[in-house]
């Protein structure tokens, strides 16, 4: 085969990776999303109460970038979380311009009950591939993240 064909092959395998991946995506966080919303919070509430969960006390400027929303809207989710009574704002004793989110024993009693239900349903939405299968395309995945980001393995 010629190096243009290649060339050509590449460049539409590449795209149509692009459009497969994306629809992918969009159908698994639709699922996901009407998982956490049976729940009775919002993506955005539960990955804030989800990080709290799993990893404990955060500083609130600092949450923005563990999940992934905008610093301009981490306020506004901490406000209505402390309204829900699933977290509180604690004040840093070593650092009083610093303020920690933490989950109330609420929020903790609400993610007990969820969360297990929550990874059930991601492993059933997942079910389609087996254990090599997800091993494989996490590893693949990665690659192409790293990559797409500037930086090779």
């Known amino acids: 085969m010629d190096t243009q064909h290649n060339k050509h092959l590449d460049e539409d395998l ?3 990776l692009f459009v497969v991946l994306s629809r ?15 729940f009775g919070l919002n993506p955005t509430e539960f990955a804030v109460l989800e990080l709290l969960y799993n990893k404990g006390d955060q500083p609130i400027q600092k949450i923005g970038e563990k999940v992934l929303i905008a610093s301009s809207s981490i306020t506004y989710v901490v406000d209505k979380l402390e309204n829900k009574k699933l977290l509180e ?18 929020g903790t009693e609400l993610m007990n009950g969820i969360f297990p239900k ?5 492993n059933q939405i997942c079910s389609g ?12 995945l990665k690659k192409l993240g790293y990559y797409a980001k500037g930086v090779e393995d």
């Open 14 to 16: 590449s795209l149509k």
């Open 24 to 38: 992918s995506l969009q159908s698994i966080k639709k699922r996901v999303e009407d998982d956490i919303k049976s």
């Open 89 to 106: 704002r604690k004040p840093c004793p070593k650092d009083r311009r610093i303020t920690y989110a933490a989950i109330t024993k609420e």
């Open 118 to 122: 929550h990874k059930d349903a991601i």
């Open 129 to 140: 591939l087996d254990l090599n299968e997800k091993k494989h395309m996490i590893e693949q």
